[in-house]
């Protein structure tokens, strides 16, 4: 793990781009000191008179004083920066060695190279973001279809944080009552009727659990929707992954148990990131990697949401039928679409007439050819309708973090307690403990509550120049 060492006093430096060449790269600085070391390397308007947010045309040179590049200047005046300290971006041309040699010279001019996630956790410091928002800038970055971006802005916005805050003012004026009866014990003084908080308690309860229950979706809006293509040997389940990929990801070939690893690859449909997991064929085998293979195939069928069961049409029906037993008790709870393959080779009806009665009555089915892409298009949007995201608008607030849904899930059990021992009679003493811990594990996920080692967990997998 990598360890930021955040000095106050440091001035930071990283190129704020992607890595490679382009038309313009972006170098930003930020620190106490970051316009006396740009002006040390800058030629052109003293930064001295530059207002805040204006940017500037002039030229920078190396140490040795050869003119390096001829740039852009924008500055931004602490407090009002995204770090609350002074900062310069120079946008310099994007060739990877003219990049290079303005990191040295600013290097050289003073500089310090930022740690990955480093300009975000001074904003963090600063106050300009809590730790919840600084993480969703991560996932703005990430962001791999309109929905993802979504749900990243808004928690970056604060709508996460805010209703967390909500949640958490809840429960402290919960404990404030509880605790103080316990200052007016003697005076047997009751501040709060328990019915009423017995109320409040599963309200907030229900908030949690609603909270907790959306991450399975966000998981898959960020991450992509996991879809298991699973079946026999030889079905052309890598056949069909390669066709909605418009890509050769797989390997195919006539010989049974080509496939003997999972292979996955995300694409967008509709709007939503699926992920395509293409998996071993199932029989029975000796050849013990080939059983490795089959035994990821279930953890991995297991695990999805949506299920296509790849059928290949050139099969005998009672064999079909039979194999249903080892597929269908796997995808219960879950989308499936069963795909009868290979209609190039021969008709459909005959399988799909006898899968009908065996399949879950929501479960569709599709025929086509993925060997020659025929009604793959028609596939796709029974998919796309199989997946059934939730329409994400400015207001919509999903748990995406993995890390936050822990807290919540540790939250939710506090909470639990609380409501145990309420319905129970247990001594506000005890009860405020309990609530403390739901506030506490509130608190972890915007970083009210935190640890240096959970910062630089959490920053370390931040790009260097964010």
């Given at each position: 793990?990598?360890?930021?060492?955040?000095?106050?006093?440091?001035?930071?430096?990283?190129?704020?781009?992607?890595?490679?060449?382009?038309?313009?790269?972006?170098?930003?600085?930020?620190?106490?000191?970051?316009?006396?070391?740009?002006?040390?390397?800058?030629?052109?308007?003293?930064?001295?008179?530059?207002?805040?947010?204006?940017?500037?045309?002039?030229?920078?040179?190396?140490?040795?004083?050869?003119?390096?590049?001829?740039?852009?200047?924008?500055?931004?005046?602490?407090?009002?920066?995204?770090?609350?300290?002074?900062?310069?971006?120079?946008?310099?041309?994007?060739?990877?060695?003219?990049?290079?040699?303005?990191?040295?010279?600013l290097l050289d001019a003073g500089c310090r190279m930022a740690e990955p996630g480093e300009f975000t956790r001074r904003a963090l410091a600063a106050g300009h973001?809590?730790?919840?928002?600084?993480?969703?800038?991560?996932?703005?970055?990430?962001?791999?279809?309109?929905?993802?971006?979504?749900?990243?802005?808004?928690?970056?916005?604060?709508?996460?944080?805010?209703?967390?805050?909500?949640?958490?003012?809840?429960?402290?004026?919960?404990?404030?009552?509880?605790?103080?009866?316990?200052?007016?014990?003697?005076?047997?003084?009751?501040?709060?009727?328990?019915?009423?908080?017995?109320?409040?308690?599963?309200?907030?309860?229900?908030?949690?659990?609603?909270?907790?229950?959306?991450?399975?979706?966000?998981?898959?809006?960020?991450?992509?929707?996991?879809?298991?293509?699973?079946?026999?040997?030889?079905?052309?389940?890598?056949?069909?992954?390669?066709?909605?990929?418009?890509?050769?990801?797989?390997?195919?070939?006539?010989?049974h148990g080509t496939t003997r690893d999972v292979i996955e690859d995300t694409v967008t449909l509709g709007g939503t990131l699926f992920r395509f997991i293409d998996?071993?064929?199932?029989?029975?085998?000796?050849?013990?990697?080939?059983?490795?293979?089959?035994?990821?195939?279930?953890?991995?069928?297991?695990?999805?949401?949506?299920?296509?069961?790849?059928?290949?049409?050139?099969?005998?029906?009672?064999?079909?039928?039979?194999?249903?037993?080892?597929?269908?008790?796997?995808?219960?709870?879950?989308?499936?679409?069963?795909?009868?393959?290979?209609?190039?080779?021969?008709?459909?009806?005959?399988?799909?007439?006898?899968?009908?009665?065996?399949?879950?009555?929501?479960?569709?089915?599709?025929?086509?050819?993925?060997?020659?892409?025929?009604?793959?298009?028609?596939?796709?949007?029974?998919?796309?309708?199989?997946?059934?995201?939730?329409?994400?608008?400015?207001?919509?607030?999903?748990?995406?973090?993995?890390?936050?849904?822990?807290?919540?899930?540790?939250?939710?059990?506090?909470?639990?307690?609380?409501?145990?021992?309420?319905?129970?009679?247990?001594?506000?003493?005890?009860?405020?403990?309990?609530?403390?811990?739901?506030?506490?594990?509130?608190?972890?996920?915007t970083g009210q509550v935190t640890t240096q080692d959970l910062l630089g967990e959490i920053f370390s997998h931040f790009c260097v120049g964010k």
């Open positions: 793990m990598t360890t930021i060492i955040h000095g106050s006093t440091d001035t930071i430096c990283a190129i704020a781009t992607p890595q490679g060449m382009g038309g313009i790269a972006v170098v930003r600085v930020s620190g106490p000191q970051a316009f006396d070391i740009v002006s040390r390397r800058w030629q052109g308007s003293p930064l001295a008179d530059m207002a805040s947010h204006t940017a500037h045309l002039g030229r920078v040179n190396d140490s040795r004083g050869h003119l390096l590049d001829e740039v852009v200047l924008t500055i931004y005046r602490a407090p009002h920066s995204f770090t609350g300290d002074d900062v310069a971006e120079l946008s310099c041309h994007g060739s990877r060695w003219i990049q290079q040699q303005l990191i040295v010279t973001l809590d730790l919840a928002q600084a993480e969703a800038v991560a996932d703005v970055i990430a962001a791999q279809s309109a929905a993802a971006h979504r749900v990243a802005m808004n928690q970056m916005r604060g709508a996460f944080s805010r209703e967390l805050q909500g949640l958490r003012d809840q429960l402290l004026h919960f404990v404030s009552l509880i605790e103080l009866e316990l200052d007016f014990s003697e005076e047997d003084v009751t501040f709060a009727q328990r019915s009423e908080v017995v109320n409040l308690a599963e309200c907030l309860q229900a908030a949690i659990g609603r909270l907790t229950a959306s991450f399975q979706t966000g998981s898959a809006i960020c991450n992509g929707l996991p879809v298991a293509i699973v079946g026999q040997t030889n079905a052309g389940k890598s056949t069909l992954l390669n066709a909605l990929l418009h890509d050769d990801r797989a390997l195919v070939s006539d010989v998996t071993a064929g199932i029989r029975q085998s000796n050849d013990t990697v080939e059983a490795m293979g089959i035994e990821r195939a279930f953890k991995k069928l297991d695990q999805s949401q949506l299920v296509l069961w790849v059928v290949d049409a050139t099969a005998p029906v009672d064999e079909v039928v039979q194999f249903s037993s080892q597929i269908l008790p796997h995808c219960a709870g879950k989308h499936l679409l069963a795909v009868i393959n290979k209609t190039d080779l021969a008709s459909p009806a005959a399988i799909e007439a006898a899968l009908r009665p065996l399949l879950p009555a929501e479960a569709q089915v599709v025929s086509l050819s993925a060997k020659q892409t025929a009604h793959v298009e028609h596939l796709q949007q029974c998919i796309i309708a199989a997946a059934a995201m939730p329409q994400v608008d400015d207001d919509t607030v999903i748990v995406t973090n993995a890390r936050h849904y822990q807290a919540l899930c540790r939250a939710a059990e506090a909470l639990d307690r609380v409501l145990s021992g309420l319905r129970d009679g247990l001594s506000g003493d005890l009860l405020s403990q309990d609530i403390r811990e739901v506030i506490h594990h509130l608190g972890t996920i």
